[in-house]
């Protein structure tokens, strides 16, 4: 009977056992077979399982030494039901691909594979990784594991309750409008959006297409390091990709080096923030202190944000999705049908002034981070919110006009091509897990897993996922 206490391990720990032959991948496939049938029923985040094809992968990589079989060494990962995986149903969450098996899996999960990754899983998304709460008519919702009646975000939702219920060690998801540290926040485990390019993947619909990135998410900084390092490399396939850095992520994270000085924000000058979650990341930000660090309030000048990240979006959509608006209307959710005809609508002019919008915050933000080495802020405007509602549409007495505006503080650092992570920080009066938002200069990831596995120290919250999922308070 394969050990279920591995489950509480580190990924970390896990690769060391790899690589040493206490445990072999199979023996993690066994644990985690288990262990969904136990709890993923409650959640819902890894609708789709793949273990014959991953046993198969294991046998083959394990007739190679140990040493030898990358830097994760066998260790199982979920993908994105976003993400092509060879011989895999791949969703999207849209009944328009809910029979889609591709032949041939992305470049993400190719690289991912070469480097000892074993794929046993497709987590939950919404459809398209349209809004930041994880349901679709094809799979349904997946559920928040520290309070079943609540949302786990989005959309990359599956991945997060994977690992906040000890169904993943690590898991891959992507990021757009903070789709990798929102359900990080709701769930209680780290989720970075790394820098445009760190993370090659097949381009789609666009070669230059940088909103949306591919990024880790773990259960603290170093097992997210170590996933970052094996999502990493440039692929002449991807034209934007980054090469490697001579130093690996994972001893940045574990260097002790602090930032020197850092600048909190409760809102970035752009949102109405839940008093609660604000009071939650200021304490915690605050801490940095006890390094040693310089605390302020400040933020990079953000205006234009929600115009620019309205045009940029809905343009996106326009171009990746139309044919299924014109073909396939009546199987898309109406978030996604008014998103793309919002794209349909603009017109050069609009884009002019949105690039343009983007650039100047860029710059602006830019010359921030001469004067400080990180920005912290919420991760979410809000507590995780009850499952049934498909947004958020109201915080601090604003209405918002559409489903993408309560993510103004993570979209708004999208744009403006910084790497940012969602690290947990506490916990709200009634026990939801509450995300600060770690942001640094672009291409910073380094200073910036320094400067988190710092604070997260500090804050002594590492080792409080996985959890069995916990009925509604």
Known sequence: MADQGLVQATACAIVDKLNSGGVTPLDLLDVLEARIAEVDGKVNALPTLCFDRARAHARELMKKPAGARGLLAGLPIPIKDLTAVAGVLTTQGSPIYKDAIPARSDLLVEHLEENGAVIYAKSNTPE?????????????????????????????????????????????????????????????VVGMRPSIGRVAHTPVAKIDRNLG???????????????????SGEHPADPLS?????????????????????????????TPVDPEVAAITRKAAM?????GAIVEEAHPDLRGA??????????????????????KRDLLKPEVIWNIEEGLKLTVDDLVRAEAQRVAMTA????????????????????????????????????????????GIVYAITLVCCPALSLPCGFTATGLPVGLQMVAAPRGETQLLAGAKVLEDILGLRGTTPIDPRPAK
């Open 242 to 270: 980054l090469p490697l850095l001579p130093v690996s992520f994972l001893s940045a994270a574990r260097s002790g080096k602090g930032p020197k000085r850092v600048a909190y924000s409760p809102d970035l000058g752009i």
């Open 128 to 188: 398209f990784g349209a809004g930041a709460n994880t349901f679709n008519e094809v799979f349904g919702a997946t559920r928040n594991p520290w309070d079943l009646s609540r949302s786990a975000a989005g959309s990359s939702g599956g991945a997060a309750a994977a690992l906040a219920t000890g169904t993943a060690w690590l898991a891959h998801g992507s990021d757009m409008g903070g789709s990798l540290r929102n359900p990080a926040s709701f769930c209680g």
């Open 287 to 291: 801490r940095f202190a006890e390094a």
């Open 364 to 407: 602006r933000t830019v010359e921030f981070f001469k004067s400080y080495d990180l920005l912290l802020a919420p991760a979410t405007i809000v507590a995780p919110f009850p499952v049934e509602n498909r947004y958020v549409a109201e915080c601090g007495g604003k209405t918002f006009d559409n489903y993408v505006e309560w993510l």
């Open 306 to 327: 929600h115009e620019c990240f309205h045009v940029l979006r809905a343009f996106d959509f326009a171009i990746s999705k139309a044919a299924l608006l014109r073909d």
């Open 213 to 231: 990135v591919q990024g880790p998410m773990a259960r603290n900084v170093e097992d997210l390091a170590l996933l970052l390092d094996a999502m």
